[in-house]
C-alpha cells in the first residue's frame, strides 16, 4: 500500500516532505474548481500568480487574466474567479493568467514535490484513476483559508482518501479524521458546508451556482497537472 | 451566543486572536490527562517547562518532577507522564514540575489570553460547567504532535464544542468539523483511535491503561486552571 496524507494549510507545509510525492492541491471554493473548468472548456494552459500586478501584467503577452481578491473580481480583470465563467466556450484556445487569494500560494509551496496536480470535486475520479496508476505517495495540500484548517478543501480531501483507499493508507491522523468526516457528510455536502464561514461569505456574493458546480462530483474526466510554470489538462 | 474556536497545532495560534477568551489547552496523550489526574489526587501546584534541563532543576526547590520525552520518562526524572501513576494518592500535598514534549508549547504560546485551562476527557463536564458559568468567548489550543493535526486532542476538541452547544456557537470551520466527527465516532473513541498515528506509537510502549484513563469521562468534578506561572485546581 501507498500512503496518503493530508496538510491542512500552506502554513504547515513544512511540517512535511514533499519527496517523492504527487501533491494535489486543493482551493474548492473556487479556485481549482475554476481551474478544472476553464482546462475543461478549451482552456489550453494556465499560469498562477500569487502577486495579482504580476498576473495583470499577462495580459499585455496575449493571456486572458483572471484574478479575485476575497470572493470578488479584483480591478482591471477581465475574469474573476467564477468557475462557470468558462462554460460557455468562448475562451477555447487562450491562455489563461490567474491569482487567488490562497490557491496560488499552496502551489507555490509545493514545488519540491515530483508532481502537482490540482484537486476538484467535478474530476474527483479522474484524479483517482490517475494517482492509483502512478503507484506513489500522495499528499493533499489544502489552501485553507488565510492559514486556517477549511472546511471544503478538508472535505475534499476526505472523499480522495476514501476513493484511495484500496491503493493508498492513511499516514497521518488528518487523512483518518476526515476520511470519516467523509463518510459522514458526503451525502450531503452543500447542506453541511452551508454552516461553514467561507460558505456564509460566498453566500454574500450571490454565487450560489458557483457553489454548485465545485461541490459536484465527476463532471470531467481529465486531470489538471503542473508541467513547469504551466497547468495543463490530461485527459484519463 | 458565545463563540468557540479551535486551534489545531501551536503552529498556528498566531492566526487567532487570544484576547478576551478563555483557552483550553489540551494534549490528550498524555499531558494534560496527567496534568488533571495530578491535580485530582492531591498534587497542590504544577509548573510546566518547555525545557528539560529547567524542569528537573526544579527538584532543589523540593518540586515532584516530571519529564517526559517522545513518550518515554526521560532520564533523571521521578515521574513520567502516566496519569495513572497519581492515583495511589503517594504524592499528595507535592508541588510538581513537569515538562512535555507538545503541552507546555502549547500552553506557553496561549499567555495573551484571559485564562488558560487545561482540559481533559476525565474532567470535560467540569470544564464545560466552568466555562458556561463563566460566558466568555473559548478557544481549544490542541497541543498537535510535533506541530500537525492530532487526532485524540481534535477528538477531544469536538467534544468541547459539542457539550458547549447550548451555549457556544462554532466561529471556525475546525469546530465545525470536530464536533461532526465527534458526533460519529465518539461512542467508540478508543476504537477509532486505535488507527491514529499517536495510539500506534503508545501502544508501543505497553501503556494500555494510561491510553483508557485518558478517553475516560468525568472521572473528577474539578477544573485545571493556570494561575500565572502556576497551574492549580478549582472544584466545581
Given at each position: 500500500?501507498?500512503?496518503?496524507?493530508?496538510?491542512?494549510?500552506?502554513?504547515?507545509?513544512?511540517?512535511?516532505?514533499?519527496?517523492?510525492?504527487?501533491?494535489?492541491?486543493?482551493?474548492?471554493f473556487?479556485?481549482?474548481?475554476?481551474?478544472?473548468?476553464?482546462?475543461?472548456?478549451?482552456?489550453?494552459?494556465?499560469?498562477?500568480?500569487?502577486?495579482?500586478?504580476?498576473?495583470?501584467?499577462?495580459?499585455e503577452?496575449?493571456?486572458?487574466?483572471?484574478?479575485?481578491?476575497?470572493?470578488?473580481?479584483?480591478?482591471?480583470?477581465?475574469?474573476?474567479?467564477?468557475?462557470?465563467?468558462?462554460?460557455?466556450?468562448k475562451?477555447?484556445?487562450?491562455?489563461?493568467?490567474?491569482?487567488?487569494?490562497?490557491?496560488?500560494?499552496?502551489?507555490?509551496?509545493?514545488?519540491?514535490?515530483?508532481?502537482?496536480?490540482?484537486?476538484?470535486?467535478?474530476?474527483?475520479?479522474?484524479?483517482?484513476?490517475?494517482?492509483?496508476?502512478?503507484?506513489?505517495?500522495?499528499?493533499?495540500?489544502?489552501?485553507?483559508?488565510?492559514?486556517m484548517?477549511?472546511?471544503?478543501?478538508?472535505?475534499?480531501?476526505?472523499?480522495?482518501?476514501?476513493?484511495?483507499?484500496?491503493s493508498?493508507?492513511?499516514s497521518?491522523?488528518?487523512?483518518?479524521?476526515?476520511?470519516?468526516?467523509?463518510?459522514?457528510?458526503?451525502?450531503?455536502?452543500?447542506?453541511?458546508?452551508s454552516?461553514?464561514?467561507?460558505?456564509?461569505?460566498?453566500?454574500?456574493h450571490?454565487?450560489?451556482?458557483?457553489?454548485?458546480?465545485?461541490?459536484?462530483?465527476?463532471?470531467?474526466?481529465?486531470?489538471g497537472?503542473?508541467?513547469?510554470?504551466?497547468?495543463?489538462a490530461?485527459?484519463?
Open positions: 500500500m501507498r500512503k496518503v496524507e493530508i496538510c491542512f494549510s500552506p502554513e504547515l507545509i513544512h511540517l512535511h516532505s514533499l519527496e517523492g510525492k504527487i501533491v494535489v492541491v486543493v482551493d474548492i473556487r479556485a481549482t474548481s475554476t481551474m478544472i473548468s476553464a482546462l475543461a472548456n478549451g482552456i489550453s494552459e494556465i499560469r498562477t500568480f500569487a502577486d495579482l500586478e504580476e498576473c495583470r501584467s499577462m495580459k503577452q496575449g493571456y486572458l487574466i483572471a484574478g479575485e481578491r476575497n470572493g470578488l473580481t479584483a480591478p482591471g480583470f477581465e475574469m474573476g474567479n467564477s468557475p462557470v465563467a468558462y462554460l460557455n466556450g475562451h477555447q484556445g487562450r491562455k489563461l493568467a490567474m491569482t487567488t487569494t490562497n490557491g496560488t500560494l499552496a502551489i507555490s509551496k509545493s514545488v519540491e514535490a515530483d508532481e502537482i496536480l490540482i484537486g476538484a470535486f467535478p474530476n474527483l475520479s479522474a484524479t483517482v484513476q490517475y494517482l492509483q496508476s502512478k503507484g506513489k505517495d500522495v499528499l493533499i495540500h489544502c489552501a485553507g483559508w488565510k492559514g484548517f477549511n472546511l471544503e478543501d478538508s472535505l475534499y480531501a476526505g472523499a480522495l482518501v476514501k476513493s484511495l483507499e484500496s493508498h493508507e492513511p497521518e491522523d488528518g487523512s483518518l479524521a476526515m476520511k470519516s468526516l467523509f463518510e459522514k457528510e458526503g451525502h450531503d455536502l452543500k447542506g453541511f458546508l454552516q461553514a464561514s467561507h460558505a456564509k461569505r460566498l453566500q454574500n450571490n454565487i450560489d451556482s458557483d457553489i454548485d458546480f465545485c461541490l459536484t462530483l465527476d463532471l470531467f474526466s481529465l486531470i497537472k503542473m508541467e513547469g510554470e504551466n497547468l495543463v490530461q485527459e484519463i
